[in-house]
């Protein structure tokens, strides 16, 4: 009978290291705080509920295309293999996948452990014969799997359009790692959100009843807790758009008055109007996703989109 291991597996990242990310993003010429600090417990729990929002297509969109592909999918992957979940979050998605590939061993990772520690839990009683491992890792900078992670044929499952928060050189690169964690028989299933109609886009990242808006607002929360910040919430506002330009989603907080945030060793004052930079969802062409996986040295990829072409589902041998 296989034991899932979620013996403590945290970022050996000292906090140390978070501190001066947080800070050096508080105190440059814009403000940005990096999107990874959005899940906390609370953020991915609010991500979850984004997720069943009407107005924010991608998860139900990639889903109809997993349960309409299936299939497909899983001649392409073959079974047996490891299956290894990039930002896993509820592991639903996951979840999908097993009964199509029947993976030999499944390893979600995810940088909010409490929450991944919870959904595996109650995974594994839904599949108690795979063998599940959590691993709490920022793998955002690298993609160094601990020796936990059994040898065989591996796939990386890359799901939700999370390489959008990437710009698109990032991307190139975070692929690449993730190539060569391939070695020469593995693979990557990795969700890619389209180009489509600014109003759509609006939509999906301000929604009319404000979920979005707590999940971005949280990350000051969070911040408070990890740099002994003082962000008074009330004092910011959310903002989601489009930009067509740079052809991403653009999350920023705006300071509602003029305000300064402190915290041990440092401050920052803002203007009324003034913003931090929270997140970007960048969104592509199908050509220039293709075009970006065979950059990063993936061969035979094949994509699996839905009627409106509103997402990509795409499978990429190393
Ligand atoms: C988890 C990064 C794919 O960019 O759509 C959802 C995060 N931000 N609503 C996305 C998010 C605002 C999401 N990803």
């Given at each position: 009978m296989p034991t899932s291991?979620?013996?403590?597996?945290?970022?050996?990242?000292?906090?140390g290291a978070i501190v001066s990310e947080l800070t050096a993003g508080l105190l440059g010429k814009s403000a940005a705080i990096s999107p990874?600090?959005?899940?906390?417990a609370l953020g991915s729990r609010l991500f979850e509920a984004i997720c069943e929002l009407?107005?924010?297509y991608p998860t139900r969109t990639e889903a109809a295309i997993v349960a309409r592909h299936g299939a497909d999918i899983a001649r392409a992957v073959g079974v047996g293999t490891t299956l290894i979940d990039l930002?896993?979050?509820?592991?639903a998605k996951a979840a999908r996948l097993f009964p199509l590939l029947h993976p030999a061993q499944y390893v979600a990772v995810d940088i909010s452990y409490d929450f991944l520690r919870e959904s595996i839990e109650r995974l594994q009683q839904r599949f108690p014969h795979i063998e599940m491992t959590g691993l709490g890792l920022?793998?955002?900078?690298?993609?160094?799997?601990?020796?936990?992670?059994?040898?065989?044929k591996r796939l990386f499952f890359y799901p939700?359009?999370?390489?959008?928060?990437?710009?698109p050189d990032e991307a190139r690169d975070f692929l690449r790692r993730a190539r060569d964690e391939c070695d020469d028989d593995g693979a990557l299933l990795i969700g890619i959100d389209l180009v489509k109609d600014a109003a759509t886009l609006d939509a999906a990242y301000d929604d009319a009843i404000g979920v979005t808006a707590a999940f971005n607002l949280n990350i000051l929360r969070h911040v408070n807790l990890l740099l002994g910040a003082d962000f008074d919430v009330a004092q910011w506002r959310h903002r989601g758009f489009f930009n067509a330009d740079d052809s991403r989603v653009e999350m920023h907080l705006e300071a509602r008055e003029a305000l300064t945030v402190r915290w041990p060793g440092g401050e920052r004052r803002f203007a009324a109007g003034e913003r931090i930079h929270t997140e970007n969802s960048y969104k592509y062409r199908q050509s220039a996703a293709v075009g970006l996986l065979e950059q990063a040295g993936f061969q035979s990829v094949h994509v699996w989109t839905d009627p409106d072409q509103w997402f990509a589902v795409i499978y990429a041998r190393a």
């Open positions: 291991s979620l013996a403590e597996a945290r970022d050996a990242r000292a906090s990874k600090f959005l899940y906390d009407p107005e924010y930002g896993a979050g509820n592991c920022d793998f955002s900078s690298h993609l160094d799997l601990p020796g936990v992670v059994r040898p065989g939700g359009s999370s390489i959008g928060n990437y710009t």
